[in-house]
């Protein structure tokens, strides 16, 4: 039974929109007492466990604690953007969840409905767009604290935001061009037979590295690098507002979990084993538990590497993501579109475009063998050493040719010694 | 319109006209930055209402979130505090703006009474034909306009590869590496082994133009960043009421 989006009465759509709120709240709170306590065990801790059984109330604790603490202004701060910041940071986090599919239709007091508060053919690029606004918050954090920690910060952080969304929304491409399109539910719905993490496997991992660097979590929390940046860019915040910007983050690590769960784990669809054995796994309500299982193993994955992996240096992130991520998942987007496009216009079946370009790898491997054997025979053994590259020939620095190589700076000591001596200019 | 679409379109006119005249009237350019974001988003509302999702969606993602916000860092690099200036760098660019805008004015004049004259059709009746909004997009991009398309999307790389290349350097001498800077500062006789002095702290001043002072009295001048070694000279209060004078030689290139 499936029912058209966009016809549930008004309070089903106040009831959803309630509803997802809450969940996103007591998500928020159970993540930041798993992370603790998780982490812990992975320091050889115990982590809190004296709020309420196994310490579980303990962000709730902390919750309160933080709203009751003085709310600081700083006298330089620009006032109106200070405040709307973190208002812009909390709300945009909130409003990606709403095209997230929780499960299929149901019945609540008797309407069928989806368990979803709405869905539009371009949903996912709804959440991408949703996420830019978020970007917003944390700029303007920066800026309007006047101070140079959170500004340092907030350029560090936006920069990599922007830089990451572009590996993200690349990695997203494969999978629409298999759903055949960009709602979230037809995107669950196309991963009947097969989750997509298996058909393009390269994607998903291109999508699980960029949605670490895209919520600023460890190895790629630089924007909140203690030791350089103090706080980054939530330096100057304290209290309530600070505590919008806490939630922000733990809310976007979940939606980024979520959509990973939709886009290549088969959404709210039960795991192999389970829904072969069991017919009534994907009707009712406990597609939900399949949902939140898999979002769970998510942000499982989330405080694993923070518990695991040394932060990255700021040029090597950077490096990392428009060198390697981009790239990468460019060439297999064109690889993703021409299998595509073959087996959709030309007929070929995959098991013969297997072939076929098995076969062309294999022409092209023997065939550089060959030549290198016959340019080994017919070029002499011994080489003559080109004369070392000189950069200030005859006075004038002078960039290399192709071929040349550029002289170890060991060489010209003096020069390192007056640059680099002065390590603040 | 339905009840819903009016009042929709309501709320979604005054937020677009009033960010627009909030960008006019803001003092601050960060600050106006803001108010023209308003006014991108709302209008990605109102084209989500008037069902050109895709539109949108595209509004919000190349505009608000990567057009706006490189103008936002601009803004905060550059400095916001920086008067404008009134005087036309461009000859003769007022007279063309005014013109320019007059036919905008005509042009859209003329779009909107053609709406009153004929009949209006509807955006899911132009659509339908193709299979929905984003499919329709898709067939006049990749279809019609292909060739429009990729030329226009070779500009666009071009602009950015020239970009690179007109900001590219070509390095003279490899990339000292850590153990080399390491290496050279040990085995020079000039350069400090330890870190540098941190800046001083005074009764009345505490900032790193401050140079810290040495056991015979006089300022660590090494003390001070170099993008802060002003030459003029500078005096500093010491907590005893000891006066600092730091002076800089001149032509230092650090």
């Known amino acids: ?425 | 319109m339905s009840a819903g679409e009016t009042f929709a379109f309501w709320v979604l006119a005054i937020l677009t006209v009033g960010g627009a005249i909030g960008m006019l009237l803001s003092r601050k350019a960060v600050h106006s930055a803001l108010w023209i974001a308003l006014t991108m988003v709302s209008l990605a509302v109102l084209y989500l209402i008037n069902a050109a999702p895709f539109l949108s969606m595209v509004q919000i993602i190349v505009y608000t979130g990567a057009v706006m916000m490189l103008f936002l860092f601009v803004l905060m690099l550059i400095g916001v505090d920086a008067a404008d200036s009134l005087v036309e760098t461009i000859k003769g660019q007022r007279l063309a703006a005014v013109l320019v805008g007059i036919g905008f004015g005509l042009l859209l004049l003329a779009g909107v009474g053609g709406l009153t004259v004929n009949e209006v059709k509807g955006l899911d009746a132009a659509t339908s034909q193709a299979g929905g909004n984003l499919q329709a997009v898709a067939q006049l991009i990749f279809g019609r306009y292909v060739l429009a398309f990729e030329v226009t999307s070779a500009l666009l790389i071009t602009a950015a590869v020239g970009a690179i290349v007109y900001t590219h350097r070509e390095r003279l001498v490899g990339k000292p590496t850590q153990a080399m800077i390491s290496r050279a500062r040990f085995t020079s006789v000039t350069a400090p082994r330890s870190p540098m002095p941190a800046p001083g702290v005074f009764a009345n001043h505490n900032a790193v133009d401050t140079p810290a002072l040495l056991p015979d009295g006089s300022p660590a001048l090494d003390s001070v960043p170099a993008p802060f070694q002003v030459e003029e000279a500078r005096t500093f209060t010491t907590a005893d009421g000891r006066v600092i004078t730091a002076v800089y030689p001149e032509g230092d290139d650090k």
């Open chain 1, 1 to 425: 039974m499936s029912v058209p989006f966009g016809l549930d009465p008004g309070w089903l759509i106040l009831l959803k929109s309630l509803v997802i709120f809450v969940f996103l709240v007591l998500v928020t709170l159970f993540t930041i007492w798993l992370e603790r306590r998780v982490v812990a065990r992975m320091q050889m801790r115990i982590g809190p466990n004296r709020v309420g059984p196994f310490g579980l109330v303990q962000g709730l604790a902390d919750g309160v604690k933080l709203a009751l603490k003085q709310d600081i202004i700083p006298a330089l701060a620009d006032r109106s953007v200070f405040i709307l910041a973190p208002i812009i940071s909390a709300t945009t986090c909130f409003i990606a969840f709403a095209v997230i599919p929780l499960g299929p239709t149901v019945s609540i007091f008797g309407t069928w409905t989806n368990l979803q508060l709405t869905d539009f053919p371009v949903a996912v690029l709804f959440i991408l767009a949703i996420a830019s606004i978020g970007i917003y918050g944390i700029v303007l954090a920066g800026w309007s604290s006047g101070s140079t920690y959170p500004l340092l910060g907030a350029l560090r952080s936006s920069a990599q935001m922007i830089s990451y969304e572009i590996a993200m929304g690349l990695s997203l491409v494969a999978v629409f061009l298999y759903a055949g399109s960009m709602s979230t539910s037809e995107i669950v719905s196309a991963q009947q037979n097969v989750w997509y993490v298996v058909l393009l496997l390269p994607s998903f991992l291109i999508y699980t590295t960029s949605m670490v660097g895209e919520t600023n979590r460890a190895p790629f929390d630089l924007p909140e690098a203690e030791g350089e940046l103090v706080g980054g860019f939530h330096t100057e915040y304290s209290s309530l507002k600070f505590a919008l910007f806490f939630l922000a983050e733990y809310i976007n690590m979940v939606t980024v979990s979520a959509l990973a769960t939709t886009l290549f784990l088969g959404g709210w669809r039960a795991p192999a084993p389970i829904s072969t054995v069991w017919a009534g796994a994907n009707s009712g309500w406990w597609p939900l538990a399949w949902f939140v299982a898999k979002l769970f193993a998510f942000i499982f994955v989330f405080i694993w590497l923070r518990g695991t992996l040394p932060r990255l240096r700021y040029d090597q992130f950077m490096k990392f993501g428009w060198k390697v991520l981009i790239p990468v998942s460019l060439v297999w987007i064109v690889i993703v579109a021409t299998a595509r496009a073959l087996r959709q216009s030309a007929n070929v079946d995959s098991s013969s475009l297997l072939v076929v370009v098995g076969v062309i790898l294999t022409i092209l491997v023997v065939l550089s063998f060959v030549l290198d054997a016959m340019i080994s025979r017919r070029m002499p053994r011994e080489i003559e050493p080109e004369p070392e590259f000189d950069a200030f020939a005859g006075g004038f620095p002078v960039p290399p040719l192709p071929g040349q190589k550029l002289p170890t700076p060991a060489a010209s000591a003096q020069t390192i010694s007056s640059t680099e001596g002065d390590s603040r200019g």
